[in-house]
């Protein structure tokens, strides 16, 4: 008889999972409990035992698809005979998974009445993006446009001026403490906004368009028109929505908004595509948040010539004791910042907010983002200071190695003290990247390409094709102020147009 | 640290503690643990097909729930908490219950059994209804008796994470307080879900004890002769009437805190292998098997007789029926309330409020 195995819930009220590996194949045999596939969610890698034994029929489901939790993912004869019923339903455990009973569905009657208690506090604590509520209350103006198709959000409710002033006695404020602290960590006064929630309790909505409001208030000479709503509405978003997710270790967002003006549908009916910001994604996007709301990020960068550092590349490449390993230009690029970051240890540094103190790491575990299986994450190399160049070679061809295979362990990424992102891998000149964690600072690899060059030999100067980059260093202006940054900086480019005065270092 | 039996399954001495039981008794033991670690890995299993909802391994933690449980007496109370599968299968609880109420078919109701309480599934509380059980006990005169069948003893199962929770701490209070006969049996498996011990106690845990004023003893968790003594003492002194005493069984959890987990995210691999070499079930193996008491032919009987209990194990939850919410309202007080016939009311309002689907 035929069985078909339907993903189950492999933690407590996920939704969906990617297919990561099958472990079996059409044909083969399996006893139950024998492992079929592995899984993973957004909590965790999991391996499915098989709940019959029996010849695999076939596998439905590709590897690195994502399917739904009751969907059916493989196909199993159990080698006995058929009966009437032809496939055995998955039980309905957790209420994800395809139930038993028919489907049944609320009456919207009901569902469109959520007590007041329930709204409020939904306001109060989910995380709104500012167009997502409806928008209830007080339009500030006419509205110039009419939404075609699904509406579009708006920026929360739209104050005018009026409004700003009209509720001004702050005791009279209603907001729950959450609200209250958010506004007052946003520097927003509550006297000063109208609460759009029930009893015109103020939410967590108002307050950002409060802050979006002014924003646009204290930029007059923007030539924004502060009373139509519709320009409002769409420069407001912008405000909320930065274009661009701006650099992380890699790649900038391309940063489209939701938003857009109201007049028409720009797309001619054709459907934007939204992905849930779960896993490791979601992780970058709170750590650089984290980095770019706490560090003070300066970017500075230098164009050289590095023609000399590719020459020594070629030179190890062809050495004995570097068979067998990918030589590459950052391995020396790693072993000069490792070299400089001795010279300039206020780059090798993390700040203590809680014992106002600045934190001098006794060596380097230098960390290279790394875009792997599982999303970008920055391994580090443990003491990469005490490495020998052979040791360090070693090193970075083992965490390639590890990242690809998607095998990188807590340790790995944990306790780095300096990064180093190579956006030149994908042909671009440079970057001005965010500091990652709670290090000080970040280096940036730009592209090495053949430009012409002014190169003086003897007393003569003439342009020659030559191997140039730019080197880019952010780092945390709390801590490092321009001119150890600036040294830094030259310190690494020195050693990469001429390797050999790594003597001196 | 206590230890009687080595990882290598060499029997070691002590100067406190001996293994009063034989070699018999100890083969006893080793079914005690295979089956259980059959139970946990075929609930795991089933967890995986979708058959459960959640499900907390007792994967290594074997020998601290066999042996403790195996010390026990025909009138001493267990309050679990909700991983104590080795415990249940010691204690004859039917382990289908414990099954069904991971399937979510059962909430608990069960009747109760008069030696093993229900899984507590709130972090700790188990310690405080423990210490109230074990202070009924000595109302009841059931503690000091000159003859020691007349007395009884109460032993509480927390984990390492339990034990910075307030009520725990509370339950050490209260206990000593009132000298209760309680045992707080400790299984420190390292990790509260990813916090490592480490993190939350500066000093081991069985040193506590001394600062709540009984006696706290630290013994290999993986060593089920060892485990087993100690908890014969601890109970012993309980049902004497000298109070409660704090066990740290230093065990690991080999798997996931629930089927919800994913402990390579928090751990390193190191430490896993290294505790496999610590395994409760491999050391007395080794141990049986060089004294001659018990040889392939009863391995693989064995291992027949846990894969037979395995299917019994899957075969369950296609027994188990699927409670209706209005059982529920039945099985809460004998007389019911009016406030939840109120409920009952709303609640069979609310669900004729479906209609089927289009």
Redo the contacts between chains.
């Keep these: 008889m035929l069985r078909k195995?339907?993903?189950?819930?492999?933690?407590?009220g996920l939704v969906e999972a990617e297919i990561v590996a099958w472990r079996v194949a059409e044909g083969d045999i399996v006893e139950?409990?024998d492992v079929l596939v592995e899984i993973e969610t957004s909590?965790?890698?999991?391996?499915?035992?098989?709940?019959w034994a029996g010849t695999i029929k076939s596998l439905l489901v590709a590897e690195g698809t994502t399917v739904e939790v009751g969907a059916a993912i493989i196909e199993l004869d159990d080698g006995v005979a058929e009966s009437v019923e032809t496939e055995a339903p998955?039980?309905n455990?957790?209420g994800t998974?395809p139930s038993e009973a028919?489907?049944?569905?609320?009456?919207g009657r009901?569902r469109e009445e959520p007590s007041e208690v329930s709204q409020a506090i939904s306001d109060s604590y989910e995380p709104h993006e500012p167009g997502r509520r409806p928008d209830e209350v007080h339009p500030a103006g006419e509205v110039h446009a009419q939404p075609v198709g699904d509406p579009l959000p708006t920026a929360g409710k739209a104050p005018t001026e009026s409004t700003l002033v009209l509720a001004s006695d702050p005791t009279a404020v209603r907001a729950k403490p959450p609200i209250r602290k958010y506004a007052k960590d946003l520097g927003v006064d509550l006297g000063t906004v109208v609460g759009s929630g029930p009893d015109g309790t103020i939410t967590r909505a108002d307050v950002e368009a409060a802050v979006a409001f002014q924003r646009l208030a204290d930029e007059p000479r923007q030539g924004r028109i502060v009373n139509d709503h519709s320009t409002f509405q769409r420069e407001s978003r912008q405000d909320t929505f930065p274009p661009g997710g701006g650099y992380g270790p890699f790649g900038a967002g391309s940063g489209f908004g939701a938003g857009g003006g109201a007049q028409s549908d720009p797309f001619n009916g054709r459907q934007e595509r939204r992905v849930p910001i779960r896993g490791v994604r979601k992780a970058t996007a709170e750590n650089l948040v984290r980095s770019v709301n706490t560090h003070v990020h300066v970017t500075e960068w230098i164009t050289i010539d590095v023609t000399p550092t590719m020459d020594f590349v070629e030179k190890l490449k062809n050495r004995r004791e570097f068979t067998g390993l990918r030589i590459s230009p950052l391995l020396v690029y790693a072993k000069a910042i490792c070299l400089a970051l001795a010279r300039n240890p206020d780059l090798n540094t993390s700040w203590d907010e809680e014992n106002q103190e600045i934190v001098y790491h006794p060596g380097v575990n230098l960390g290279v983002a790394a875009a792997t299986p599982r999303g970008l994450m920055v391994p580090n190399i443990k003491n990469a200071d005490q490495l020998s160049l052979i040791e360090l070679c070693r090193a970075i061809n083992q965490l390639v190695a590890v990242s690809r295979e998607g095998k990188l362990?807590?340790?790995d990424y944990t306790g780095g003290t300096f990064t180093i992102t190579n956006v030149g891998v994908f042909g671009v000149d440079a970057g001005t990247p965010i500091i990652n964690g709670n290090e000080s600072a970040i280096f940036c690899m730009g592209a090495i390409q053949r430009r012409p060059w002014v190169v003086e030999t003897n007393g003569v100067e003439e342009v020659v094709p030559r191997s140039v980059t730019t080197l880019a260093i952010a780092f945390d202006h709390r801590i490092i102020d321009g001119e150890q940054g600036s040294q830094f900086l030259h310190d690494v480019a020195e050693i990469l147009a001429e390797p050999a005065l790594a003597l001196l270092f | 640290m206590v230890q009687l039996l080595t990882p290598e399954g060499r029997r070691v001495t002590n100067d406190e503690f001996e293994w009063r039981g034989t070699d018999d008794d100890l083969v006893g033991r080793l079914r005690d643990m295979t089956l259980t670690r059959r139970f946990d890995?075929?609930a795991t299993?089933l967890?995986?097909?979708?058959?459960?909802?959640?499900w907390p391994p007792s994967l290594g933690q074997e020998a601290a729930q066999v042996g403790s449980a195996r010390a026990l007496a025909p009138k001493d109370t267990v309050f679990p908490s909700y991983r104590e599968h080795g415990v249940a299968l010691c204690l004859e609880v039917p382990l289908k219950q414990l099954i069904a109420l991971f399937?979510?078919t059962d909430a608990g109701d069960w009747e109760m059994l008069d030696r093993f309480r229900n899984y507590q599934i709130i972090i700790g509380a188990q310690t405080l209804h423990a210490t109230g059980y074990a202070m009924g006990l000595q109302f009841d005169g059931l503690v000091g008796n000159p003859d020691p069948a007349d007395n009884a003893a109460v032993i509480a199962y927390h984990g390492d994470g339990a034990s910075s929770q307030g009520d725990v701490n509370e339950s050490f209070i209260f206990s000593a307080s009132y000298n209760a006969p309680v045992v707080f049996f400790c299984q420190n498996n390292q990790w509260a879900i990813s916090e490592p011990m480490t993190l939350q106690s500066r000093i081991p845990l069985f040193e506590r004890a001394r600062g709540f004023g009984f006696p706290g003893v630290q013994v290999d968790g993986n060593d089920v002769l060892a485990v087993q003594a100690v908890t014969e003492w601890a109970l012993e002194r309980a049902r004497n009437g000298e109070g409660p005493t704090f066990i740290e069984a230093f065990t690991y959890r080999m798997g996931?805190h629930?089927?919800?987990?994913?402990p390579?995210?928090?751990?390193?691999?190191e430490e896993t292998q290294e505790w496999a070499g610590r395994d409760p079930i491999k050391r007395l193996t080794a141990y049986l098997r060089e004294q001659g008491a018990i040889d392939d032919a009863h391995l693989a009987r064995l291992e027949e007789e846990s894969k037979d209990f395995?299917?019994e194990i899957?075969s369950w939850?296609d027994q188990l029926r699927v409670r209706t919410m209005d059982e529920l309202f039945d099985n809460v007080y004998a007389d019911n309330t009016v406030e939840l016939e109120a409920q009952r009311r709303e609640y069979a309002e609310y669900n004729a409020?479906?209609?089927?689907?289009l």
Excluded at chain 1, 5 to 12: A, I, S, T, V
Excluded at chain 2, 258 to 262: E, M, N, V, Y
Aim: aromatic share 4%; glycine share 12%; no cysteine.
């Design positions: 195995f339907l993903l189950p819930d492999p933690g407590e139950v409990n909590k965790s890698l999991v391996e499915l035992p098989s709940p998955a039980p455990l957790v998974g028919p489907r049944s569905r609320r009456r009901r362990q807590p340790g | 890995n075929e299993a967890q995986r097909k979708g058959e459960l909802g959640v399937r979510g996931a629930t089927t919800a987990d994913d390579t995210k928090y751990r390193r691999d395995g299917s899957r939850v409020g479906f209609e089927e689907a």
